[in-house]
């Protein structure tokens, strides 16, 4: 058992579904710490954000495979993967298209009450609405429900991310657990960042109700990990496609919505570069503790 390992059983024993709770607990607090930076980092550039959501994506890329889709293919073969990331990818698109109409739980209005309001809803509008949120423009009605769109859109998003750790721990690969636990409280940071952006921006409150909106959109995680690492502790023959299932999810954020935002402004090149120094320190970390 390498140090890591032993460090974490001392810590919260070696129940999985506690052990699920804790890495559902540090990925959320991690996402607590990227909402709170905007406390002291007030106004990001558009140009720093891409990079930042582009070293998450790259993250997310590496730990799809290294941590959730190749131990899942060596537990139980590729057809029960394959099916998992089917159903995860599915799931999330199916999710996508009930979050533009978030917004009349919210204002109680329908879009069409609503000025400059012409585009049909779906998944596009919650690219737009990230890039008004980035945008110094003065807030208007529009503006702040496609942010609160882009908020629940992000809540959906960190789903699979709390699932993947739980379904990690799960497994009894602590580990490898450990690596995937750290690389998505990592790129959460990025993440809790950008809600808390996005929420000052379209003038949901002062900078402390920002990083609490931040903080929020992570809280998700915990149950999901939990849940994940109860599922498959339980019914040990789940974890091929509980495993493909969280990383199906994981694959469909990054390219459906991280890799647009990170190329909705000029410097494409340096968030791609973000993305590929992302990829990197997952690598290095699923070896080190490997």
Do not use: K
């Amino acid at each position: 058992m390498s140090g890591a390992e032993g460090l974490l059983v001392t810590l919260v024993g070696t129940n999985p579904v506690v052990q699920g709770l804790f890495g559902g607990l540090v990925i959320a607090f991690l996402n607590l710490l990227g909402a709170l930076a905007v406390l002291v980092w007030r106004n990001p550039s558009p140009r720093s954000m891409n990079v930042a959501l582009g070293f998450a994506a790259g993250i997310m890329v590496a730990a799809s495979f290294t941590s959730l889709i190749l131990p899942g293919i060596e537990d139980g073969g590729l057809l029960p993967v394959l099916v998992g990331i089917a159903l995860g990818a599915l799931l999330l698109s199916r999710a996508e298209s009930w979050v533009p109409y978030v917004h009349f739980l919210v204002t109680g209005r329908s879009r069409s009450t609503i000025a400059d309001s012409t585009e049909a809803p779906g998944a596009a509008q919650v690219h737009e609405s990230t890039r008004a949120a980035l945008s110094p423009n003065a807030v208007s009605q529009p503006r702040l429900t496609g942010t609160i769109v882009f908020i629940v859109a992000i809540t959906l998003h960190n789903m699979p991310e709390g699932l993947s750790v739980g379904v990690g721990f799960g497994s009894g690969n602590i580990g490898n657990a450990v690596a995937l636990m750290l690389a998505i409280g990592i790129q959460n940071i990025p993440e809790g960042l950008a809600v808390a952006i996005s929420a000052r921006r379209a003038g949901l409150g002062n900078l402390s109700y920002a990083a609490v909106t931040g903080a929020r959109a992570g809280l998700v995680e915990i149950p999901l990990a939990v849940l994940g690492a109860a599922l498959v502790s339980v019914v040990q023959p789940l974890l091929p496609y509980a495993m493909g299932f969280a990383a199906g999810g994981m694959l469909y954020v990054i390219s459906h919505e991280i890799v647009p935002q990170m190329h909705a402004h000029e410097r494409e090149r340096l968030a791609t570069l973000g993305l590929v120094a992302g990829l990197m320190l997952m690598l290095s970390l699923d070896v080190a503790l490997a």
